[in-house]
């Protein structure tokens, strides 16, 4: 009977009962996921951040970015855009925009770079976001939220796309002021066309025009909302980092972004402490080196066999390794 049972007529469905059984316990996972990012806390009003100021950080791109609003840290995400990817850190992404442009994949990175330094310009002075603190779910640890963001030009999300530095893509939401999202996607769709005729941006990378800016960015939106829900007071409502100044400005030279030659806390980690293996991003980013994106980087490539694996992480060169290895076990 043994042997009978042990035959391939028996084992078939043995496995594939297997299967079924794995396919169901992922599915629940998956689920309490959902439902866990769903009872997450969002406002049904928009929510009015004036006199916000850019963060410098070296996960700032194109479409989403650190900023400061008042005493509280931000990373927002753009509705309804976006940005092609700076790096090959999700290559399957970075495949999909370079064909929805129809260029390479290096072209659709330089594209990436370009609509990144296009953001930090048009972020240099004071703008406006309009947030409802929903979840922009993405690869990094920290949360991001989507938000419409208006600059002194207008509609940011409107200004990538007319300028061939962004597709019309991911999470919809009806702009403030307005009850549903199509007349935003029809002038979207609009922005498009003329940058792909005019061949702007990665419209025209294969032309040398990536950063040549389109013509006419007329009619670009701004944003009027009648009555306007004051930042949230609690962390409930907003899990954003507490800062230590209302200021934005000093606050931003503190982190060290300006001032290269000022001592950073990094110099005081204690050598050969961390583990390598489940130093969360916050304790990689102590180290010499070490930024959001490398950190993201060396989570991915769990886990080393020691720390001298950190040379096979894209990004850390022979020069970075040397002087970041003493401070790991």
């Given at each position: 009977?043994?042997?009978?049972f042990?035959?391939?007529?028996?084992a078939?469905?043995?496995?594939?009962?297997?299967?079924?059984v794995?396919a169901?316990?992922?599915?629940?996972?998956?689920?309490?996921g959902?439902?866990d990012?769903?009872?997450?806390?969002?406002?049904k009003?928009?929510?009015?951040?004036d006199?916000?100021?850019?963060?410098?950080?070296?996960?700032?791109?194109?479409?989403?970015?650190?900023v400061?609003?008042?005493?509280?840290?931000?990373?927002?995400?753009?509705?309804?855009?976006?940005?092609?990817?700076?790096?090959?850190?999700?290559?399957?992404?970075?495949?999909?925009?370079?064909?929805?442009?129809?260029?390479?994949?290096?072209?659709?990175?330089?594209?990436?770079r370009?609509?990144?330094?296009?953001?930090?310009?048009?972020?240099?002075?004071?703008?406006?976001?309009?947030?409802?603190?929903?979840?922009?779910?993405?690869?990094?640890?920290?949360?991001?939220?989507?938000?419409?963001?208006?600059?002194?030009?207008?509609?940011?999300?409107?200004?990538?796309?007319?300028?061939?530095?962004?597709?019309?893509y991911?999470?919809?939401?009806?702009?403030?002021?307005l009850?549903?999202?199509?007349?935003?996607?029809?002038?979207?769709?609009?922005?498009?066309?003329?940058a792909r005729q005019?061949?702007?941006?990665?419209?025209?990378v294969?032309?040398?025009?990536?950063?040549?800016?389109?013509?006419n960015?007329?009619?670009?939106?701004?944003?009027?909302?009648l009555?306007?829900?004051?930042?949230?007071?609690?962390?409930?409502?907003?899990?954003v980092?507490?800062?230590?100044?209302?200021n934005?400005?000093?606050?931003?030279?503190?982190?060290?972004?300006?001032?290269?030659?000022?001592p950073?806390?990094?110099?005081?980690?204690?050598?050969?402490?961390?583990?390598?293996?489940?130093?969360?991003?916050?304790?990689l980013?102590?180290v010499?080196?070490?930024?959001?994106?490398?950190?993201?980087?060396?989570?991915?490539?769990?886990?080393?066999?020691?720390?001298?694996?950190?040379?096979?992480?894209?990004?850390?060169?022979?020069?970075?390794?040397?002087?970041?290895?003493?401070?790991?076990?």
């Amino acid at each position: 009977m043994w042997r009978k049972f042990c035959t391939r007529e028996f084992a078939i469905p043995r496995i594939r009962a297997l299967r079924c059984v794995v396919a169901l316990i992922a599915f629940a996972v998956l689920w309490i996921g959902a439902v866990d990012l769903r009872a997450r806390p969002e406002s049904k009003d928009w929510i009015v951040l004036d006199n916000c100021r850019l963060i410098a950080n070296p996960a700032n791109d194109g479409d989403s970015f650190h900023v400061s609003a008042g005493a509280r840290e931000y990373i927002f995400r753009l509705y309804l855009v976006d940005a092609p990817e700076t790096d090959e850190m999700t290559p399957r992404r970075v495949v999909k925009q370079a064909k929805y442009f129809g260029i390479t994949v290096p072209q659709a990175i330089e594209a990436g770079r370009a609509a990144t330094a296009f953001t930090r310009e048009k972020l240099s002075e004071p703008f406006t976001a309009f947030t409802h603190i929903s979840d922009a779910m993405g690869q990094s640890r920290l949360e991001r939220f989507y938000a419409f963001v208006e600059t002194k030009d207008g509609d940011l999300a409107e200004q990538l796309v007319c300028n061939g530095l962004a597709r019309i893509y991911g999470f919809k939401a009806a702009p403030p002021g307005l009850r549903n999202v199509r007349p935003e996607m029809e002038k979207l769709q609009q922005f498009e066309n003329q940058a792909r005729q005019e061949k702007v941006g990665a419209w025209g990378v294969s032309v040398g025009r990536l950063n040549v800016l389109a013509t006419n960015p007329s009619s670009l939106s701004r944003f009027v909302i009648l009555e306007r829900t004051r930042p949230p007071a609690t962390h409930e409502f907003s899990p954003v980092l507490p800062r230590s100044t209302p200021n934005p400005r000093a606050s931003i030279a503190q982190r060290g972004s300006l001032n290269p030659n000022k001592p950073h806390s990094k110099e005081l980690t204690p050598l050969g402490r961390i583990d390598i293996n489940t130093a969360t991003e916050k304790e990689l980013t102590t180290v010499p080196g070490i930024g959001h994106v490398i950190a993201a980087r060396i989570i991915a490539a769990r886990p080393f066999k020691s720390a001298d694996d950190l040379r096979r992480v894209s990004g850390i060169g022979s020069k970075k390794y040397v002087e970041m290895r003493s401070y790991f076990q």
